[in-house]
């Protein structure tokens, strides 16, 4: 008897079946695995980018800060003379005793005011005065004041003549703000100082700074007698 073309072909393909199956699976799985190890790949790509872009901004850092060593700290203590973190009153008072002297005036009456912040976060103090002497030496006395630091300014001036004498009524704001309590993080790229950064920092570096920054405790002392 005879086979129909189905008979023969039905157990051809049946016993193909399941080699086709598999290769269909290894097909699949080799898609997968191709895919995984491509996805790795591309992020250990990104990863060795990313590592050679924070070695070029460390190397640049390093060879910024080996320019300027010598420079940072005198741009740091200008900073900080010019607008220190604390209340400046009692340094600027004693600044402005001294130029007083320097310059052949009379300081009648000197008080420190209240304390006041502005919008941008600096703070400042308020110091009246009274200064007695020639119009021409309270003149140069009040434009000497924004030579000394801490920074300050003229808020009033009020001057009185009478015959060879004057006197003037003053009043001068010195500002203080808290030191910065973020650092930039190591990767961020150093940020050089522009022409006038730089010669702003080197007009404060001229300012005359306070005979004394901090006052330092004396450690007790033994008296021989308690009547000395």
Do not use: C, H, W
């Amino acid at each position: 008897m005879k086979k129909t073309l189905t008979e023969i072909v039905s157990p051809n393909i049946k016993a193909l079946g399941v080699p086709i199956v598999i290769l269909l699976v290894l097909i699949v799985l080799s898609a997968i695995s191709y895919k995984i190890a491509f996805s790795k790949l591309s992020a250990q790509r990104e990863e060795l980018t990313t590592a050679k872009n924070v070695e070029k901004v460390l190397i640049n850092k390093e060879a910024v800060l080996s320019q300027i060593q010598g420079e940072v700290g005198s741009y740091v203590d200008a900073a900080a003379l010019a607008v220190p973190s604390q209340n400046p009153a009692l340094a600027m008072i004693s600044q402005l005793k001294n130029l007083a002297l320097n310059k052949s005036v009379i300081l009648s009456s000197i008080k420190g005011g209240s304390e006041s912040t502005t919008q941008s976060s600096l703070m400042s103090a308020d110091i009246t005065l009274g200064i007695e002497g020639p119009s021409v030496a309270i003149i140069d006395y009040l434009k000497a004041v924004n030579t000394l630091a801490p920074l300050s300014t003229l808020d009033r001036v009020k001057i009185n003549q009478s015959g060879g004498s004057a006197r003037a009524e003053a009043m001068v704001r010195t500002y203080f703000a808290a030191l910065p309590t973020k650092l930039p993080a190591m990767t961020e790229p150093i940020k050089e100082l522009t022409a006038e950064e730089k010669d702003l920092l080197s007009k404060l570096s001229q300012l005359t700074a306070p005979m004394f920054i901090n006052l330092t405790p004396q450690t007790p002392v033994v008296r021989e007698s308690p009547f000395d």
